[in-house]
Every structure is written in structure tokens, then in C-alpha cells.
């Protein structure tokens, strides 16, 4: 689900269950190529974890607050607070540094 | 959601087709991965020209044909064409390309029977694609290791019992996918790292890997095609290519920093793919790559005819 400014609060930091985040711009050919990743995580830890993408060009207050530098960033929060950054790209790894956070 | 291609009708499928050969045939449309409609930026891709639209939803709405699978063929045809730019012609492009891998821009939609469910052709494309990646007489089997191969047997196995509608647990799923990630990180062969990136990144249901799918098969593929140059050159050029390939994996595998930043020089410790990938070395060997590519060039249309062949059957069958 797409995240914005004002739904930030209740989507995020209200959240029960940790969340992660894909910051993204429709610009970024790697942001749309991993796009598609981020889409069949969501249903394997439905459970477990709330997925969401931020734009960042429509987001900057959201870009600043996690100091976004570069694209795609993937954030794991608890509470709107950072819990970890992800650095993998693929489903199969971006699922092993999950399962091993989240366990 | 439930796919009936164009929504069961004849009707229908003649009127959306119409829309598309007439400027296929003219060579306005350009073939992309995404969809391209009506864009600034962009000439309009077949399938974006199909549905009028950018957007995948639509695109399903409209045509009842899954965004996945024209993604899918569109990919094949930008494979296997050169596109360059052409300012004085109308369309700014023009595109070369064996007439069989021009054909198959229309040839893909000619193919499909209206109301047929083609939800599962790329699933059933992705199983067809690791069978042949498995097969003892695949041209970079040398390059794939024993470990990685009873990897991809396993996940074939799971596809095949999924595809006959048994439903698989994750824990199952979970064991294939660390064996697939301990074969890729082992894995030490220039050739090889590509091949097991792909069969470590399908590690999943089949189902759920068609969205991905043409992003994790563009660099298998584009390893696949640039192996067939290696018998047009010289011992000195095929070390070369190792060196760069070796390359591009310090590069891609590098631990990177919080801003996602790599903060040493991957290559290092490379001094031979950093030689390779140098910008004098490039502009010193443009000429003799591309003479490699041409004399490469039939036996790469085979190999993007044979795929294509392989997708039409399938959704011939569908």
C-alpha cells in the first residue's frame, strides 16, 4: 500500500506490526524493478509484517525523516522508529534477513 | 483475478489487434518492457497500443490478457532487436531485427483464443525455461554446479507438484531457498554466477514468481545470449570476458553501506576485471565487440526464436 504524509501516523507508527518501507520515485528503473519483489513479499509475511512504499518526490518531510540519500531504501520500522535498513534485492534473500530480524 | 482473453470475443480480439498491426507492421511501435502509452517520453509499446493505457490494471481490464505475459513477449522481441534512434523518420526509431523476431509482435496475440485463461502461461514459461537451464546438454551446463543443480532440481520438482495443484508449505520452500543461497555464494565460476542468481531468485512458487519474472530473466538471458560470442574470439578476448564478468559480480555482491553505498573498491582486488572494465580498455576493443556480436548474431536469434517458439506453444495450448 502507498503511504503519504497524512496517512503516515495511522498506517506507520500506529501500526501493531513492525512495517517495511520501500522508499521510491516513479523515475528510478531499479525502484521499479524491485517493485514487483516488494509486492510478492507482502503476501508471505501478511502475518507478520505491514509492507509499504513512500514516494519520495511527493514525500520529502518522510524522505528527510529516515535521511533518505539514495533509491530504492527499504527501512524495517516498529512504531515509525528504524528497526533495521535491508539491503538485499532479491525476494529469496530480502525473506532470509526477514525471517532472521522478525524470528 | 480470473482472465478471459479478450473478454471471449472474436469481436473483440480482431478490433484490439487492428489497433496494433497496422502501426506493428509500419514499425511505430517500439516493444518495451513496461507500457507505453500516449508518453512524452516514449514511443508507445505493442502493448501499451493494444489497451491505450500505461497501467497494468488496465491493461488486464481491458484486454483480459495478464499484464505479466505481455511484458513477458514484449521482452523477448526488445532481445532480440536493435532499436536506434532515427529522428527523420516519424516514428524517431527504427528497428532491426531477424523477420521471425519482428513477427512474433503480432504473432503472440494472433495466438491467443479469445476466453482462454492465460493466467498461468509465464508460470509454465518459467518451469520451461529451468528444465532447459537443467538439461545435461544446456550450452553453459559446464558452468553450473553440482550443488546449484540439485537446487534447480528441487525447485522443479516443487513446481511440477504445484502446478498439478498441491499446495506446498513454506518451511519446504524455505530449506530449498538456503540451499539455493549457499550454491550462489559458492559459486566461484565467471559463467556461472548469473545462472545461479536466476535459480536462487525463483526459489518461490511458481504462481508468485510471474511478476518478477522478466526482471530476473533479463540478466540470466543476457549471460545466456553473450555466452554464445565466446567461440568468435580470441583465447586473450574469452579471459577478458571472464575478468569482466567477475567484474560485474564484485560489483553487484559488495557489502554496502547504510546509504546504500559501497565504501572500498570492489575491484581492488581484481586488477584484471578492473583493467577490463576500464573506459580505455572499452573504447580500445569497441570495434573487435562489436564484430563478436555480429558473427554471434544468428546463433543469438536462435536461441530468442526458440523461446518465442516455446511461449506460442504454450499459449496456443492455453
Redesign the interface.
Known amino acids: 500500500m502507498a503511504v503519504d504524509e497524512t496517512n503516515f501516523e495511522a498506517e506507520v507508527v500506529a501500526s501493531p506490526l513492525p512495517v517495511l518501507i520501500d522508499f521510491w520515485a516513479p523515475w528510478c528503473g531499479p525502484c521499479r524493478a524491485l517493485l514487483p519483489t516488494i509486492e510478492a513479499l507482502a503476501p508471505i509475511y501478511a502475518d507478520s509484517l505491514k509492507v509499504v512504499t513512500i514516494n519520495i518526490d511527493e514525500n520529502p518531510a518522510l524522505k528527510d525523516r529516515f535521511n533518505v540519500q539514495s533509491i530504492p531504501q527499504l527501512h524495517l520500522t516498529q512504531e515509525g522508529k528504524p528497526m533495521a535498513r535491508l539491503t538485499s534485492r532479491t525476494r529469496t534473500q530480502l525473506a532470509a534477513e526477514l525471517d532472521d530480524i522478525l524470528v | 483475478m480470473t482472465f478471459q482473453a479478450f473478454h471471449g470475443s472474436p469481436t473483440v480480439k480482431t478490433e484490439l489487434l487492428d489497433r496494433v498491426r497496422a502501426q506493428w507492421n509500419a514499425r511505430a511501435l517500439a516493444p518495451a518492457v513496461?507500457l507505453h502509452w500516449n508518453s512524452a517520453d516514449q514511443p508507445d509499446s505493442i502493448s501499451g497500443a493494444l489497451a491505450r493505457t500505461q497501467d497494468r490494471s488496465e491493461f488486464e481490464q481491458r484486454t483480459g490478457i495478464p499484464a505479466d505475459l505481455a511484458q513477458l513477449c514484449e521482452f523477448l522481441i526488445v532481445a532480440g532487436v536493435r532499436q536506434t534512434r532515427a529522428p527523420d523518420t516519424a516514428a524517431g526509431f527504427s528497428l532491426e531485427g531477424p523477420d521471425a523476431v519482428l513477427a512474433f509482435g503480432t504473432e503472440w496475440l494472433n495466438a491467443i483464443r479469445p476466453g482462454a485463461d492465460l493466467s498461468l502461461i509465464v508460470p509454465h514459461f518459467a518451469r520451461y525455461c529451468l528444465a532447459l537451464l537443467l538439461d545435461p546438454e544446456f550450452i553453459l551446463a559446464e558452468h553450473i554446479s553440482s550443488a546449484l543443480r540439485d537446487v534447480g532440481g528441487r525447485i522443479l520438482s516443487f513446481w511440477d507438484r504445484e502446478l498439478s495443484g498441491e499446495s506446498l508449505a513454506?518451511i519446504e520452500w524455505?530449506d530449498v531457498?538456503?540451499s539455493?543461497?549457499l550454491a550462489t555464494a559458492s559459486d566461484t565460476s565467471a559463467w556461472g554466477y548469473r545462472v545461479a542468481?536466476f535459480v536462487?531468485?525463483i526459489?518461490?512458487p511458481a504462481r508468485?514468481?510471474s511478476?518478477?519474472f522478466v526482471?530476473?530473466f533479463e540478466p540470466y538471458l543476457f549471460n545466456w545470449l553473450m555466452y554464445l560470442e565466446a567461440p568468435y574470439m580470441t583465447d586473450a578476448e574469452r579471459a577478458d570476458r571472464a575478468h569482466l564478468l567477475l567484474g560485474w559480480k564484485a560489483m553487484a555482491t559488495a557489502?554496502?553501506d547504510?546509504?546504500?553505498?559501497i565504501d572500498f573498491d570492489p575491484l581492488e582486488s581484481l586488477p584484471e576485471s578492473s583493467r577490463v572494465m576500464s573506459s580505455d580498455h572499452i573504447m580500445q576493443t569497441m570495434d573487435r565487440a562489436k564484430a563478436v556480436r555480429e558473427a554471434a548474431r544468428s546463433r543469438k536469434d536462435a536461441v530468442i526464436t526458440a523461446l518465442m517458439d516455446a511461449l506460442l506453444a504454450l499459449i496456443r495450448a492455453a
Open positions: 513496461d513454506r524455505r531457498q538456503r539455493a543461497m542468481a536462487e531468485a526459489a518461490w508468485s514468481v511478476r518478477e526482471g530476473l557489502p554496502r547504510e546509504a546504500g553505498k
